[in-house]
């Protein structure tokens, strides 16, 4: 099993409309949680850390659940510039190292 | 301020040859990260510098690899003999602070490797 998994899509969204989709991480050790989004044949780049409280920037919320050790992020009024992958990342309390999922992609369309 | 860069950012080598790719991060950050993803699978941890001293070196896939840091600025990550599993893009990273809540770390645009 891997320790992050995400559904890897292509999730298709209306420009507009609101998308949602989430990750789950296997290791109850799990300290910090992160978006990243990645753009094709580009590098990762930080969308937002996702705290217990959950938090919002913007168009995007995520939420963190640790009782069932899944993560969030919902999209709103998507745009075209949202299309991309998007990546859930975790990082234990112990370690520096950031655990990657395998990204969902987003596919906004006119 | 200058991202963190890599160098070269395509490669291609034939198996058995040596690559060298470079990482210069960004100025004043002493945690320098390299990453890799390989074809279908999701990008992973290779290792972890502190300045010029590594902290975490529990993703090397084998003695193939081999990084360093001397001076603890620029960082080079060295295949030698290259194989073909090895073709994939190899992102370096850096931070100020250890990864957490709060604390951003910079990737660079990647080094991609191909070894035919």
């Known amino acids: 099993r891997k320790e992050v998994e995400q559904d890897p899509g292509p999730f298709n969204v209306p420009e507009g409309a609101t998308v949602a989709f989430n990750c789950t991480y296997s290791?109850?050790?799990?300290?910090?949680f992160f978006w990243y989004r990645q753009d094709c044949r580009k590098e990762p780049k930080l969308l937002m850390s996702v705290y217990s409280s959950g938090n919002e920037d913007g168009r995007f919320t995520a939420q963190l659940n640790r009782a069932s050790q899944y993560i969030s992020l919902l999209i709103r009024d998507s745009k075209l510039s949202d299309s991309a992958t998007y990546l859930c990342?975790?990082?234990?309390?112990?370690?520096?190292?950031?655990?990657f999922g395998g990204g969902t992609r987003v596919l906004v369309k006119p | 301020e200058a991202g963190v860069t890599q160098f070269p950012s395509h490669s291609v080598i034939e198996k058995g040859q040596t690559v060298t790719l470079r990482c210069d991060p960004i100025s004043g950050h002493d945690n320098l990260y390299w990453y890799r993803r390989v074809m279908g699978k999701e990008i992973k941890f290779l290792l972890h510098f502190v300045k010029e001293s590594k902290q975490d070196e529990s993703g090397m896939p084998n003695n193939r690899f081999l990084a360093e840091r001397t001076g603890g600025t620029y960082s080079t990550l060295k295949v030698q003999p290259a194989e073909l599993e090895d073709s994939g893009v190899y992102f370096c990273?850096?931070?100020?602070?250890?990864?957490?809540?709060?604390?951003?770390?910079?990737f660079g645009e990647g080094s991609w490797l191909t070894v035919v």
């Open positions: 990273a850096s931070s100020q602070h250890r990864v957490g809540s709060g604390n951003t770390i910079y």
């Open positions: 990342v975790v990082n234990k309390a112990a370690g520096n190292k950031l655990t």
């Open positions: 290791n109850s050790a799990s300290q910090s």
